[in-house]
């Protein structure tokens, strides 16, 4: 009965034989991509137009031949096409369908998982779909869900990917003309994959910041990288493409005339009398000499550029073995005097380590390969500076091209403005859309950098990190190797500890920095400042765009931030640890109607939040005020009384902001000092009594000037000193 069934079903001709993939689900071909027919079993999308760089060719060949039933092959193109074109009128029709196309870049995983599935079916002695039960879905669940290592956890997300194409054949079942569930079946009773698994959406952004003790140092060798031995990489790479073009116009071969022996023998023989090594081919061709071509390990001519030496002493392009046999004696003996040596970089520039320790060649010797790895390394620090100072996404980063850096347009401070052009990816349709970054110059200069690099190189087809680079884990480790490493010990790199970086976590230190330490530094040359400055505008530009998305990021962690510095200092309150300050009064007073409002519960009644909750709550509408200076807070609630603005002498709004650099915390009646603060006074303190007693006893104004400052210092010491409960300061 059962193969009687499914031959019938089999009979029926599927709704979509005989047309072109793309054509239905609307998408663009380039003029000389072949396409993909239905009816085909390999579907080749590799062509697609505006295809994302970092999704990788692979994933656009879908090969449902791995389905080992050809019957359960149709119906799985039939699922493929349908999730791919949800406005055709052969889909749209269906009550469950998706409205919205599948994203095509985790259709090969779909395709896999799928496959899988049926193949596991018929392993089981399934013959058609009709047969399916929830004891097949039970069984195969039990089967697919992995367990995480030591702990013996399930992870419902992984599972999540296997058991979604079980339940998109049951919400299509009714376009399938080949074979089909049973009309009444839903798999797990028509529960969703979330509720199957277990699975539940993570809250907030869960991706943490990269360490400062990683970021550091990573940081600092990526600039040095860039800007000292970068260029010099660059120019060497050229210079070495140069002489491989070159190779073509030599002879192809010829028997050699005694004027051209006594020639390459006189070129031999300068190499011996200037003292300069021989040239080293590449170390894989001399690996293949010994494994193809049978010649001995221990061979002295091993590692000789035979060809090398033909082209410059006789203008042939090889060394047949009739010439390496009659000039071996020759080549043995320079061999022996002088040595062999890479040919590339032996007049390398000398640049100062990076520790400041001496000079060094900014490269050793080295063969063609060897400086590729080079570039790359160079492309490495490019990236890493990209994503860690504008919080380009990792799909971004890849978009950008050897076009991608805009010429710098002066901006309204008289500064130049450094803009990039690349593509959003990340919630767009296929392809993305084109964007700009407004960047700061140390961003820009690597990413001109790094297409320099990637122009000599046709394998990156245009982009300036190339497919290779895409997976920014994998760039780092790359990277930090080879910075621990003997050549990054050779040029004063200090050693990178080990931890994760990755372009997430780049994105998520830098908007954790602008949030949390504006005015601060995230490398010993990058001001955050400046970086603000720079996203800041790049939104002013394109509102709606990347940079905006970015702010925003920042701007949440600013709240959160605030937040917690907010209920720190209620904390500290709370714990007889008053602020100081001239408006510490106005914050003892919220502070004092919180903490009654959180005492104010009759016993008995239910509470509808923790304790946690209702002190966000209660703090909410102080932090929404809170201005983080580097020795004090700034609770910005009225403009009029902010002491920068009336010293700035400009117009007060409801709209205006604090100027932190106009600000004079000590008189101002909306700052605070709190015990956190105290470190950045003790040491103006210091630095101050220092500078006061380098000053003449003649220059009684300049004295005087530098006195008060102090004297005010020790009196914000002391202010903190007697609101902490811990005595009075003896600064002075």
Same mark, same amino acid.
């Given at each position: 009965?059962?193969?009687?069934?499914?031959?019938?079903?089999?009979?029926?001709?599927?709704?979509?034989?005989?047309?072109?993939?793309?054509?239905?689900?609307?998408?663009?071909?380039?003029?000389?991509? +072949?396409?993909?027919?239905?009816?085909?079993?390999?579907?080749?999308?590799?062509?697609?137009?505006?295809?994302?760089?970092?999704?990788?060719?692979?994933?656009?060949?879908?090969?449902?031949?791995?389905?080992?039933?050809?019957?359960?092959?149709?119906?799985?193109?039939?699922?493929?096409?349908?999730?791919?074109?949800?406005?055709?009128?052969?889909?749209?029709?269906?009550?469950?369908?998706?409205?919205? +196309?599948?994203?095509?870049?985790?259709?090969?995983?779909?395709?896999?998982?799928?496959?899988?599935?049926?193949?596991?079916?018929?392993?089981? !002695?399934?013959?058609?779909?009709?047969?399916?039960?929830?004891?097949?879905?039970?069984?195969?669940?039990?089967?697919?869900?992995?367990?995480?290592?030591?702990?013996?956890?399930?992870?419902?997300?992984?599972?999540?990917?296997?058991?979604?194409?079980?339940?998109?054949?049951?919400?299509?079942?009714?376009?399938?003309?080949?074979?089909?569930?049973?009309?009444?079946?839903?798999?797990?009773?028509?529960?969703?994959?979330?509720?199957?698994?277990?699975?539940?959406?993570?809250?907030?952004?869960?991706?943490?910041?990269? +360490?400062?003790?990683?970021?550091?140092?990573?940081?600092?060798?990526?600039?040095?990288?860039?800007?000292?031995?970068?260029?010099?990489?660059?120019?060497?790479?050229?210079?070495?493409?140069?002489?491989?073009?070159?190779?073509?116009?030599?002879?192809?071969?010829?028997?050699?005339?005694?004027?051209?022996?006594?020639?390459?023998?006189?070129?031999?023989?300068?190499?011996?009398?200037?003292?300069? +090594?021989?040239?080293?081919?590449?170390?894989?061709?001399?690996?293949?000499?010994?494994?193809?071509?049978?010649?001995?390990?221990?061979?002295?001519?091993?590692?000789?550029?035979?060809?090398?030496?033909?082209?410059?002493?006789?203008?042939?392009?090889?060394?047949?073995?009739?010439?390496?046999?009659?000039?071996?004696?020759?080549?043995?003996?320079?061999?022996?005097?002088?040595?062999?040596?890479?040919?590339?970089?032996?007049?390398?520039?000398?640049?100062?380590?990076?520790?400041?320790?001496?000079?060094v060649p900014c490269m050793l010797p080295l063969d063609h390969d060897q400086l590729r790895h080079l570039g790359r390394v160079v492309q490495h620090a490019?990236?890493?500076?990209?994503?860690?100072?504008?919080?380009?996404?990792?799909?971004?980063?890849?978009?950008?091209?050897?076009?991608?850096?805009?010429?710098?347009?002066?901006?309204?401070?008289?500064?130049?403005?450094?803009?990039?052009?690349?593509?959003?990816?990340?919630?767009?349709?296929?392809?993305?859309?084109?964007?700009?970054?407004?960047?700061?110059?140390?961003?820009?200069?690597?990413?001109?950098? !790094?297409?320099?690099?990637?122009?000599?190189?046709?394998?990156?087809?245009?982009?300036?990190?190339?497919?290779?680079?895409?997976?920014?884990?994998?760039?780092?480790?790359?990277?930090?190797?080879?910075?621990?490493?003997?050549?990054?010990?050779?040029?004063?790199?200090?050693?990178?500890?080990?931890?994760?970086?990755?372009?997430?976590?780049?994105?998520?230190?830098?908007?954790?920095?602008?949030?949390?330490?504006?005015?601060?530094?995230?490398?010993?040359?990058?001001?955050?400042?400046?970086?603000?400055?720079?996203?800041?505008?790049?939104?002013?530009?394109?509102?709606? !765009?990347?940079?905006?998305?970015?702010?925003?990021?920042?701007?949440?962690?600013?709240?959160?931030?605030?937040?917690?510095?907010?209920?720190?200092?209620?904390?500290?309150?709370?714990?007889?640890?008053?602020?100081?300050?001239?408006?510490?009064?106005?914050?003892?007073?919220?502070?004092?109607?919180?903490?009654?409002?959180?005492?104010?519960?009759?016993?008995?009644?239910?509470?509808?939040?923790?304790?946690?909750?209702?002190?966000?709550?209660?703090?909410?509408?102080?932090?929404?005020?809170?201005?983080?200076?580097?020795?004090?807070?700034?609770?910005?609630?009225?403009?009029?009384?902010?002491?920068?603005?009336?010293?700035?002498?400009?117009?007060?709004?409801?709209?205006?902001?604090?100027?932190?650099?106009?600000?004079?915390?000590?008189?101002?009646?909306?700052?605070?000092?709190?015990?956190?603060?105290?470190?950045?006074?003790?040491?103006?303190?210091?630095?101050?009594?220092?500078?006061?007693?380098?000053?003449?006893? !003649?220059?009684?104004?300049?004295?005087?000037?530098?006195?008060?400052?102090?004297?005010?210092?020790?009196?914000?010491?002391?202010?903190?000193?007697?609101?902490?409960?811990?005595?009075t300061s003896k600064e002075q």
């Amino acid at each position: 009965m059962t193969a009687t069934k499914n031959h019938m079903v089999h009979a029926r001709r599927s709704l979509f034989a005989g047309l072109e993939v793309c054509q239905v689900a609307g998408l663009e071909l380039k003029p000389e991509a +072949p396409g993909a027919q239905f009816d085909d079993d390999l579907w080749d999308l590799s062509g697609l137009a505006g295809a994302p760089k970092y999704l990788a060719r692979f994933r656009l060949r879908w090969d449902f031949s791995i389905i080992v039933d050809p019957v359960w092959r149709v119906v799985a193109k039939e699922l493929v096409l349908s999730l791919l074109a949800p406005t055709d009128e052969r889909v749209a029709v269906l009550p469950d369908s998706f409205r919205t +196309p599948k994203a095509i870049s985790g259709m090969y995983d779909t395709v896999q998982h799928l496959a899988n599935w049926l193949n596991w079916l018929s392993a089981d !002695g399934v013959r058609t779909l009709t047969d399916v039960g929830q004891e097949h879905c039970d069984r195969y669940l039990a089967l697919v869900t992995p367990r995480v290592r030591g702990d013996g956890n399930r992870s419902p997300a992984t599972v999540i990917n296997h058991i979604v194409p079980v339940q998109y054949l049951a919400m299509y079942r009714e376009l399938f003309t080949h074979d089909a569930y049973a009309p009444a079946f839903q798999p797990w009773g028509g529960r969703t994959a979330a509720d199957v698994t277990g699975w539940k959406p993570s809250q907030g952004n869960k991706v943490g910041p990269v +360490p400062d003790h990683v970021l550091q140092p990573m940081l600092s060798a990526a600039l040095w990288i860039v800007e000292t031995i970068g260029p010099h990489v660059a120019e060497e790479i050229e210079r070495n493409d140069a002489r491989m073009a070159a190779k073509p116009t030599m002879i192809q071969g010829h028997n050699l005339t005694d004027q051209e022996k006594y020639r390459f023998s006189a070129h031999i023989g300068n190499y011996v009398r200037n003292g300069v +090594p021989l040239p080293r081919m590449a170390r894989k061709d001399s690996a293949r000499r010994v494994s193809a071509n049978g010649w001995s390990p221990s061979d002295p001519l091993l590692e000789v550029h035979l060809d090398h030496l033909i082209r410059e002493g006789a203008n042939q392009r090889v060394m047949n073995e009739e010439q390496r046999a009659f000039f071996r004696p020759l080549l043995e003996d320079a061999v022996a005097k002088v040595g062999v040596q890479d040919i590339i970089g032996r007049q390398a520039a000398m640049v100062q380590r990076a520790d400041k320790a001496g000079t060094v060649p900014c490269m050793l010797p080295l063969d063609h390969d060897q400086l590729r790895h080079l570039g790359r390394v160079v492309q490495h620090a490019c990236m890493l500076i990209t994503s860690t100072v504008s919080g380009m996404r990792a799909s971004e980063l890849a978009e950008l091209t050897e076009d991608s850096c805009l010429p710098p347009t002066p901006a309204c401070s008289g500064a130049m403005r450094y803009r990039l052009a690349s593509r959003v990816i990340k919630g767009q349709e296929f392809g993305g859309l084109p964007e700009e970054w407004v960047v700061i110059e140390e961003a820009w200069k690597a990413v001109a950098l !790094g297409a320099q690099i990637a122009r000599r190189s046709g394998a990156l087809h245009g982009a300036v990190f190339g497919m290779q680079l895409l997976n920014t884990s994998q760039v780092y480790r790359n990277f930090r190797d080879w910075v621990n490493g003997p050549e990054g010990a050779r040029l004063g790199l200090t050693s990178i500890p080990d931890g994760p970086v990755n372009a997430r976590m780049l994105r998520r230190t830098l908007s954790m920095a602008l949030a949390y330490r504006p005015g601060g530094m995230i490398a010993a040359k990058i001001h955050l400042k400046h970086v603000q400055v720079a996203t800041t505008e790049g939104y002013a530009h394109r509102p709606g !765009g990347a940079q905006g998305i970015f702010l925003a990021e920042v701007g949440e962690q600013e709240t959160e931030h605030h937040m917690e510095l907010t209920a720190a200092a209620f904390r500290d309150f709370q714990a007889g640890i008053m602020p100081s300050g001239p408006g510490a009064r106005d914050v003892i007073a919220t502070f004092t109607h919180v903490d009654a409002a959180l005492k104010d519960h009759p016993a008995g009644e239910p509470k509808t939040m923790d304790s946690d909750r209702q002190l966000v709550n209660l703090l909410r509408h102080q932090a929404q005020y809170l201005h983080v200076g580097t020795a004090n807070y700034c609770w910005f609630m009225d403009p009029h009384k902010a002491l920068c603005l009336k010293i700035a002498g400009t117009e007060i709004t409801a709209d205006s902001k604090p100027m932190a650099g106009l600000c004079d915390s000590s008189r101002c009646p909306q700052a605070t000092h709190h015990p956190c603060h105290r470190p950045v006074w003790a040491d103006n303190a210091q630095k101050t009594k220092v500078f006061l007693g380098s000053i003449p006893r !003649g220059h009684k104004d300049a004295r005087d000037r530098v006195r008060a400052d102090l004297d005010r210092t020790v009196r914000v010491l002391e202010e903190i000193d007697a609101a902490a409960g811990t005595g009075t300061s003896k600064e002075q």
